[in-house]
Each structure stands twice: as C-alpha cells, then as structure tokens.
C-alpha cells in the first residue's frame, strides 16, 4: 500500500454581506518519493450551509481511491453524482480525467460553490445540475467510463431514484463502472437487494481501513464501505429508465 503526508490546512474567508464564515479545507495527495506527482485539493466548505457544503469522510475515502487508481482513471470520462464538494471529482481531474460535476438541480448555491472551486483548483470541469430519477436533456449527453458517488446512498427513500439514475448512465456507455463510498448504516442487506432489482453486480468490495493511508484514517469513522458495480448482464433487466 502507498504511503501517503498529509499536510491538510484551513484558513477562513469572510464572505461579502453574510454572517456566515467558510473555511478552506487543504487535501494533500502523494507517494514517498514520487513528488512530481504530488498535488492539493482547496475545498471551500461551509458547516453551517448547505449538507452539500463541507465535505464527508466517504468523500475523503473515494478521492483517495481515486488517487490510488490514477492511471486508471487518466484519460477516463467521469460523472460524479451527489457531488457536493467535489474532492473525488476534483481528483480526478487532477489526474487526467474529463470529469462532470453534477449535484441536485435546485441546490443552487452548491452548485455555484462546486464552480468556484474548479477555479480555485485550476481545473475544467463541466458543472450540471443532475436530480436523480428525473430526465431532463442534459443527462442524456453524458456518456461516462467511470461513475463517482460519494456518500449518496445515505437517505433509503432516494436509493431508488439514484439506482435508476445509474442504470441510466452505465446503459448509455457499456463497460462502464460505478463507484461508490457509503456508511454501512442502512444495511449492506438493503443494498444488495437494491441491485438485483436494478440490474447490477458488485465486482468489488473494500473496507475503507483497507487501502487509507494511517495519515488520513483519523479524519474517518465508522464502518465505510467501497463498492465497484457493474450492471449484471446475466440477470434480465427487468426494471426500465
């Protein structure tokens, strides 16, 4: 396993005309000996915002996975879901992918904050507001190899809307994967029987403390899963889109 310093850092801006403070999150991304590769992310988070302003240990989980896969994620077409923060989504840009953020369509100011961060980071990505289960035009010209989603399976009543999302997408370009960082708080049980209705298979399964490095396991808690699915080409696709 790589070994990786982190060197997180936080310092407060004063925004214009609000009472609010945010603050600026700094995750260091390396490998002993390897410092030409090493880069940070700045994530602007606000903890007395919007849920989707600061950002959550599976997030943290995901875009270290990210990070450890790089080359496979390089060159890649990725759609992020749930983005809120965009950490995983900005990783991935950062090595190389051509990375849609997407978050739900009315949470305007995280989707402006998830803007202004691509500027802060200097990367490009497209930003589009995506709410699960609906179908508006802009969902049907994303065509991703690789679809993120950190701690989206958190709300069971939006596990339905978010497994058709995904179906969705992984239909729209075949081969392609999504991948998934949840708390095992509404039961592993549930999942698995999300998809079979939907249609999927989990080709891979990881337990966080698995594969974080011992200088970032102290910003998680609890039982964190990853999960690689696929859809199961073997099962009848007995639920449409």
């Known amino acids: 396993m790589e070994h990786h310093d982190e060197d997180d850092e936080v310092a407060t801006l004063a925004t214009t005309g609000v009472r609010e403070m945010a603050t600026i999150s700094r995750h260091s991304f390396s490998t002993a000996g390897q410092t030409d590769e090493a880069f940070s992310i700045d994530i602007i988070e606000n903890i007395n915002g919007d849920y989707g302003l600061f950002v959550w240990p599976c997030g943290i989980v995901l875009a270290e996975y990210v990070w450890q896969q790089r080359l496979r994620f390089s060159g890649t077409s990725v759609v992020e879901l749930g983005a809120g923060t965009s950490l995983p989504g900005l990783v991935a840009a950062k090595v190389g992918s051509d990375v849609t953020l997407t978050d739900n369509s009315n949470r305007l100011e995280v989707l402006d904050n ?22 508006d035009t802009p969902i049907f010209s994303l065509h991703p190899d690789i679809v993120l989603g950190g701690d989206v399976l958190y709300d069971s009543s939006d596990f339905d809307d978010l497994f ?78």
């Open 114 to 135: 998830m803007r202004r961060m691509c500027d802060l980071n200097k990367v490009s990505c497209k930003v589009l507001g995506l709410t699960w289960g609906e179908w």
């Open 164 to 241: 058709a999302t995904v179906k969705f997408l992984l239909q729209n370009s075949p081969g392609s994967v999504f991948i998934t960082t949840y708390h095992n708080r509404s039961g592993h049980h549930l999942i698995e029987y999300l998809m079979v209705k939907w249609g999927f298979k989990c080709i891979k399964l990881l337990d966080a403390f698995s594969f974080m490095p011992s200088s970032k396991t102290s910003r998680i808690s609890g039982n964190i899963q990853l999960a690689e699915i696929m859809l199961d080409l073997q099962q009848p696709q007995n639920v449409r889109v």
